[in-house]
Each structure stands twice: as structure tokens, then as C-alpha cells.
């Protein structure tokens, strides 16, 4: 069987990916960030981390979702998280990189 053909993503793709799997390996519930989270753990540019965001959950490796609240019920809005596909291919890169 052939290696698993991922979507090709750029360096910019690959820092916000890794912030928002990061988030996924703490807590699996609690994973959804806001751009402004995604921006200060991958040094992404303001004006960019939306485009760069969004570009992931159109490829199916990161997936946003509304109405997020947290542990004690208050309301924060939305956010993404890597799907299980971004994490597979961070983790591909990874062990293809060394």
C-alpha cells in the first residue's frame, strides 16, 4: 500500500496547524482557538492568520465551529481545531523531516 497523499500546505499552514494540534493533544473538547490564539502561538501576521486559518478547513485539516463556550458555561464565540487528517499530516511530515 502507497503512502497517504496529503494536501500540499505552506510554512505559514504548517506554524497555525501546529498551534491548534497542540491545543488538541491538552484537552480533545476544549481545542476550538480564535484567530487571535492561533496568531500569538505561530507569529503568524494579524492580516494573515484568517486567510491562513481558513485555508486549512477548506484542505479538511482544521474545522470550525460556533457558539463555543467555556467549562463553566460562558459564551466565547468561535474557532478552529485540527481535524484528525491535519493531525496525521503533521505527524507524516514529521517523520519524513529528520
Do not use: H, W
Amino acid at each position: 500500500m502507497g503512502e497517504r497523499a496529503f494536501p500540499t500546505i505552506s510554512d505559514l499552514q504548517v506554524k497555525a496547524l501546529t498551534v491548534m494540534r497542540d491545543a488538541r493533544r491538552i484537552d480533545e473538547d476544549f481545542s476550538y482557538l480564535c484567530f487571535a490564539t492561533i496568531q500569538q502561538g505561530s507569529g503568524i501576521q494579524k492580516n494573515l492568520v484568517r486567510r491562513t486559518v481558513r485555508a486549512l478547513a477548506r484542505k479538511g485539516l482544521a474545522e470550525f465551529a460556533s457558539g463555543l463556550s467555556t467549562i463553566d458555561g460562558e459564551f466565547r464565540g468561535s474557532g478552529y481545531r485540527c481535524t484528525r487528517l491535519g493531525s496525521e499530516m503533521l505527524a507524516e511530515r514529521n517523520n519524513t523531516d529528520g
